[in-house]
């Protein structure tokens, strides 16, 4: 079983920066990042595979840059440029077969989340 914590949550002022890490007992075959307002449902924004391709839903892309240093088992999201329409809760996941895509049923193991708050 994998075991998954985020860090790095908090709050920032538009058009702020922060960096999300996932610190993993372990990578899987896809590893990304969702993030979920209440009331909606959760949402993918990056994922990451083995041979190190990445992809980033268009709201985030340019912005969000997803990132794994393999020999600390850490998932990094380093986000740039935050709008209020970040605010969420984000939560790293790890699946174990491909092809990677932002289905939430593609991903087996799951961490808390982290809440980021942007203010405007």
């Known amino acids: 079983q994998v075991q998954l914590m985020e860090s790095g949550g908090g709050s920032v002022e538009a058009g702020g920066s922060l960096t999300l890490t996932c610190t993993t007992s372990?990578?899987?075959?896809?590893m990304a990042w969702f993030r979920q307002v209440p009331g909606q449902e959760r949402e993918g924004i990056a994922t990451?595979?083995?041979?190190?391709?990445?992809t980033l839903d268009n709201s985030v892309a340019g912005r969000f840059t997803i990132s794994k240093d393999n020999a600390k088992k850490t998932l990094y999201l380093q986000m740039n440029s935050l709008e209020p329409g970040d605010t969420a809760l984000y939560s790293c996941?790890?699946?174990?077969?491909?092809?990677?895509?932002?289905?939430?049923?593609?991903?087996?193991?799951w961490g808390q989340g982290a809440q980021i708050t942007v203010d405007s």
């Open positions: 990451l595979n083995p041979a190190g391709t990445t």
């Open positions: 996941a790890a699946g174990n077969y491909g092809p990677c895509g932002n289905a939430t049923g593609k991903y087996r193991y």
């Open positions: 372990g990578f899987e075959y896809c």
